[in-house]
Every structure is written in C-alpha cells, then in structure tokens.
C-alpha cells in the first residue's frame, strides 16, 4: 500500500467536491478512477456520461469501513457479507444481494451491488474524509484503457472532471478482483 503523497487541505478539498456532486479522479489500487458520491444520483450519472457507460452495468462502491458499505446489502445475506468482510480492506471486490432499496444507479437494476472495502491508501482517506461511500469506477472512456496518470485524466476528461486529487495505484494496470460473495465465483481475475 502506497503512502497517502496529497496534502491534507487537498484531501479535505476533494471531499468537499464530493459532498457537493463533484467527480474527483484519484488513483485507486489498480487503476486511475472517477469518484462521485455514491448516494448522490447525479453526480452518478455525470460519471456515466463521461465514461459513456451504460447505468445498466452498474458500477463498484468503495468505503473506508465496511459500516459504510453495510445498509447496501440484504440483511438476509449473513455469510455473504461474513465472506466479504473477513477478506477486507483488500482489493478484492465482492458481489453481494443488494438491499431492496439500493439505489438503482449504483445496482444497474440488479439484484446484486459491487462493493469493496478499499486498501488504498489515498482511496481510503478519500472515503474516510468524505465520510460515506463513493462510486470509484476506471478512469477510461467505456472500451478504452484507463488513464495512467493525473496529468491523462485532465487531458482526457478536461472539465467533466471537478478536481484531481493525485495519488499512485499500488498495482498499476491491474484492476481489482471481482468476486460473488454467495457463490465464491470469481467474475473477473
């Protein structure tokens, strides 16, 4: 895990752009990622429309503490979210039954919601500053690679991006690990 190299006026600004329906491009454990504020439709769909990506794939939701990801999930989904916690902070994203008011900008509609308890470093301050969950999606254009610096993000998404905030990912190039929760499949290596 990489040390967190932003400054902490840095850290607090880019939650505040979050807190006020801003997209934030920061660096995530894999890839270079757009941030929003996962309950903050909006702001969502302004994720979407950069990367045109279609809402109906929906997208993965970090946290810093799995209390954040928590009234996401079906209450009825024990060992799944046992399954998931026991193997975070970690870069490993879970499929889990998503609770039945999930919002559906962030299930694609449906019945499963990807979440992570992120191990990042910058990733994790990022959410804990924030205080609540971000949607933190590949910085790419759907199709297309994701961008592999701060200075590619602003170059490739100019101004529907609100700030950058920076940062390293602890494994360039390599996206987390995509898993279901209920049957331990993995969905993407």
Not at 133 to 151: D, K, L
């Amino acid at each position: 895990m990489h040390d967190i190299h932003v400054s902490p006026h840095r850290l607090r600004l880019a939650a505040r752009t979050l807190a006020a329906g801003g997209i934030v491009a920061h660096a995530t454990e894999g890839v270079w990622g757009l941030a929003a504020d996962a309950y903050d439709p909006d702001a969502v769909w302004r994720v979407l429309a950069a990367k045109r990506r279609d809402a109906a794939r929906g997208l993965i939701v970090v946290a810093a503490d799995a209390s954040q990801l928590a009234p996401l999930v079906d209450p009825r989904a024990d060992a799944a979210w046992r399954r998931a916690v026991e193997s975070w902070p970690g870069p490993t994203t879970w499929l889990l039954p998503a609770r039945r008011d999930a919002p559906w900008w962030l299930t694609g509609g449906r019945a499963t919601i990807a979440l992570r308890e992120t191990a990042h470093g910058l990733t994790r301050a990022l959410c804990a500053e924030f205080d609540g969950p971000i949607v933190s999606t590949s910085a790419n254009v759907t199709g297309r690679p994701p961008v592999a610096s701060a200075w590619r993000a602003r170059a490739r998404f100019g101004d529907r991006i609100d700030l950058v905030l920076g940062g390293e990912p602890d494994t360039p190039g390599r996206p987390s690990t995509i898993r279901n929760a209920v049957t331990d499949e993995t969905v993407r290596g």
